[in-house]
């Protein structure tokens, strides 16, 4: 199938992905009368005592606000809030369809990120949380560290932390198969922006140490030049070593990549060069760092990409419907680093060791237990760091 020739006869017919639905009868005067005036003052007047009630009387509770400026939209780069709607529209449908939250895009006309975050700080009030989306870096640390400072609800850049969860997920499982443990390997990674920088923030945190970053250019060290102020802070924590070099060197006896970068950049000589049993993550979209095959003929054990025409998709629609479906139920104020971890590892434990192999490291994005599964762990999560508040 031609995907975009298709997709762009359906989007045409579609006029759009999501629409609002009525959820009360207005068919008789009492209907108006109770959903609207005069009987509606009264849930006003109850809001007006108590702002907590807004979860309660209305759909606050369930309602995400999708939240683009259109400058990193999928691989097409900065494309403007408008080119971004169809992407935000989907990302809105993936939530009602997997984890039954009713979200709802606002793409921003502006690349201020002050002024994107006084926008959201405003209307804030009428969403249960925000999901930050194609927003490019580094802009999109600062307008989420900024927003979760000024806001009372759980705000998640998903190109993040989505990622990152379902990589560690994935990583978790994979080491599994080939039998290495997390504090003996050695990980290359290529991609400095928001994903690349998050994954490696949440594999250091979980303890993995021996992490080179490195952009188009080769690894980032310390002083290496043109890096942004977040690149910066990265590789003070990274390379172990702080040398420079390029990415094939640095590929020389490593055993895990993770690419969240470019098409095609790595090779098969190169994955030769990595330790026996090597595991790559090349998610680049639509074309990988290297493709499945490339990666299997020059010695590699596990392969994944971001593609759904192979094995081990690393889809971040298995993380942000349950991240926010546990959120929330149980009306949690933040997303913090517990309960991201929690949704890896219940993502990881959704393989069992018997369906365990080199194919099969992470659950389908189709499985219908994902969501539910990732929901339980992160409402749990929520409830033992102190962010749940019913």
Same mark, same amino acid.
């Given at each position: 199938m031609d995907y975009a020739k298709e997709s762009l006869r359906l989007h045409e017919q579609w006029k759009g992905k999501i629409e609002v639905v009525a959820t009360v009868p207005m068919a008789t005067k009492e209907d108006l009368s109770l959903a609207y005036t005069p009987g509606v003052a009264q849930p006003c007047l109850e809001i007006q005592k108590d702002i907590s009630r807004s979860y309660e009387l209305t759909r606050r509770h369930n309602l995400c606000a999708v939240v683009t400026d259109g400058t990193a939209v999928l691989g097409l780069g900065d494309i403007g809030p408008e080119a971004g709607m169809p992407v935000m529209e989907g990302k809105c449908a993936l939530f009602k369809a997997f984890g039954d939250v009713d979200a709802f895009p606002l793409c921003v006309k502006s690349k201020d990120p002050d002024e994107i975050v006084d926008t959201i700080y405003r209307i804030s009030g009428s969403f249960g949380g925000v999901n930050l989306e194609d927003i490019s870096?580094?802009?999109?640390?600062?307008?989420?560290?900024?927003?979760k400072e000024k806001c009372d609800i759980p705000i998640f850049h998903d190109d993040q932390h989505g990622t990152a969860i379902v990589t560690l997920a994935g990583l978790i499982n994979a080491l599994k198969v080939v039998g290495k443990k997390k504090e003996d390997v050695k990980i290359v990674t290529v991609g400095a922006g928001a994903a690349g920088i998050s994954i490696v923030k949440l594999l250091l945190s979980v303890g993995f140490s021996n992490i080179t970053m490195c952009d188009k250019q080769g690894a980032l060290y310390v002083g290496c030049p043109g890096m942004n102020w977040a690149q910066a802070e990265m590789a003070a924590r990274t390379n172990p070593d702080q040398t420079p070099g390029t990415l094939a060197e640095k590929l020389v006896g490593a055993d895990v990549f993770i690419g969240t970068s470019?098409? =095609?950049? @790595?090779?098969?000589e190169m994955v030769s060069r990595m330790n026996r049993d090597a595991i790559l993550f090349a998610c680049a979209n639509p074309t990988p760092e290297i493709f499945p095959e490339e990666a299997k003929a020059g010695g590699a054990r596990i392969v994944s990409t971001g593609r759904s025409d192979y094995p081990n998709q690393i889809n971040n629609v298995l993380a942000f419907p349950g @991240?926010?479906? =546990?959120?929330?139920?149980?009306?949690?104020?933040?997303?913090?680093e517990e309960m991201k971890l929690a949704a890896a590892m219940a993502l990881a434990g959704l393989i069992s060791d018997e369906e365990l192999d080199e194919e099969h490291i992470i659950p389908n994005p189709l499985d219908p237990r994902v969501a539910q599964t990732v929901a339980k762990a992160v409402a749990e999560a929520a409830r033992a760091s102190g962010v749940a508040r019913i």
């Open positions: 870096a580094p802009r999109c640390f600062e307008i989420e560290r900024k927003l470019a098409p =095609g950049i @790595v090779t098969r @991240v926010f479906r =546990g959120t929330f139920d149980v009306r949690a104020s933040d997303i913090n």
